[in-house]
Every structure is written in C-alpha cells, then in structure tokens.
C-alpha cells in the first residue's frame, strides 16, 4: 500500500541552527500538509500546500517557517533559525483530490532542539 | 481552544467485547470527521470518515456515527482485539474538499485486554 515517507526519523539541533525535514507524499496525490505534535498535546495543523503554492497557514506558521516542493516527489518543512519551543514531531499527510479523500500521515520527524 | 474533544483519555476493553470511543465538537462549521489510529513511534493511520450528511458509516469491525444535533461522534469496534490496541484520535475539518486543515482531539488511549 502507499505511503508518506519522512526523513529523518529523528533530528537533533541546536538552538538557532537551520533545519530541513523530508517528506515523500503518496506518489498520486495532489495535496500536501505538515503538521506538528508538541510532546503531550494534541496534533496541530501547520500548513497545507497545493499546487506548487501554499493554501493555508496556521498561526504557528510564521516567518521562520517555509515551505517547498523541490521536484516532482518530495515537500519539505524547513525552520530557519529554530528554538527550543520548536521540539515536536513533525508530520507530512498528503491527500488526493476530491470530496471526502482522508489525508495520510507519514511516521513523523522528531526534532529536537537543544 | 478546544474545538475537538475527546474527554475519555484512556479505555480499556475485553478481547471480544466492543469498543466505544467519544468525541465531541463545537464548531458547527465541522462537517467530515474522521478517525486515526496511532501506535508508538508511528503516524496517525487513518481508519474511518464520515461526512455531515450522514449518520453512520461502517467498515468491517469499525463503525462511526455522528449526531449532528449533539455534535458527538463515536466509534465502535467489535469485536475488539488486542491489535487494536492503540490512541485513536478524532479529526474534524470545516469543508471536505481537499486541501482543509484537520482539527484533532487529544486522543484516547484504547487498551484490549486479552
């Protein structure tokens, strides 16, 4: 069956240092998102990304945090100059297009900030 | 911000015996939900939507229903087993085109005792 891959599995920084996580969406699929998952609470809409553009963003999402679609099969999350505050799993999910089409979660980055 | 709430963090259910997991909204804009399945160090899986203009849907050992007037899903597995073992989460989101941001619950943490 298909599914959203990400790399890395864990990734450890330190404070103030640039970081990139790696998603491989569902090869079909024409929607993409990131999501983040603080240790403890509940798992947070971060940005959604369609044709080749971003469609929505959280309040999460401010300017240290881009998006990008380098070729035809991978998305990525990149924070620019990250904090502490920043440790969390990331998770790409993909969907395709339509009404009523689930959106599939990768296994997540955990990124920790030191 | 609580828009999805799943007041229940934990269960635990007899192998065999069905399982009832809670959820309940407050944004009437809501109208797809879905349900997740998540077990250690992996992504949410998605298990089971339904759309605002009907009450139930199933699959296999997996039902969901919606009452709109409540605004309260549940999910019913059975018969449980103990590979169900899992924190299944709620999700909610305001259109069901694609591309729409998902709202989560905080999970429930399902234990099926063999």
């Known amino acids: 069956e298909p599914e959203v891959t990400q790399t890395p599995s864990h990734q450890v920084t330190q404070m103030g240092q640039e970081v990139i996580l790696r998603c491989v969406p569902i090869s079909n699929h024409l929607y993409f998102y990131w999501y983040r998952q603080i240790l403890g609470q509940k798992v947070e809409f971060l940005v959604s990304?369609?044709?080749?553009?971003?469609?929505?963003k959280s309040e999460i999402f401010d300017d240290q945090f881009s998006v990008e679609r380098p070729d035809g099969s991978n998305f990525t999350l990149k924070i620019r100059s990250t904090k502490l505050e920043d440790s969390a799993m990331y998770f790409c999910?993909?969907?395709?297009?339509?009404?009523?089409?689930?959106?599939?979660f990768g296994d997540g980055t955990r990124l920790s900030i030191l | 911000d609580q828009q999805v709430k799943q007041n229940s963090p934990s269960l635990s259910v007899q192998e065999g015996r069905i399982s009832i997991l809670n959820c309940d909204y407050t944004?009437?804009?809501?109208?797809?939900f879905l349900w997740y399945k998540k077990y250690p160090a992996e992504g949410p899986t998605f298990l089971i939507s339904?759309?605002?203009?009907?009450d139930k849907n199933e699959d296999g050992r997996f039902t969901v229903f919606l009452n709109k007037s409540a605004k309260h899903l549940s999910l019913h597995i059975v018969p449980s087993q103990p590979g169900d073992s899992a924190v299944y989460f709620c999700a909610a989101s305001a259109r069901y085109e694609g591309n729409t941001p998902l709202v989560f619950g905080k999970g429930t943490r399902l234990s099926v005792i063999a």
């Open positions: 339904i759309s605002s203009i009907k």
């Open positions: 990304f369609y044709n080749n553009e971003i469609s929505e």
């Open positions: 999910a993909s969907s395709d297009l339509g009404d009523l089409q689930p959106q599939h």
């Open positions: 944004n009437s804009m809501f109208d797809y």
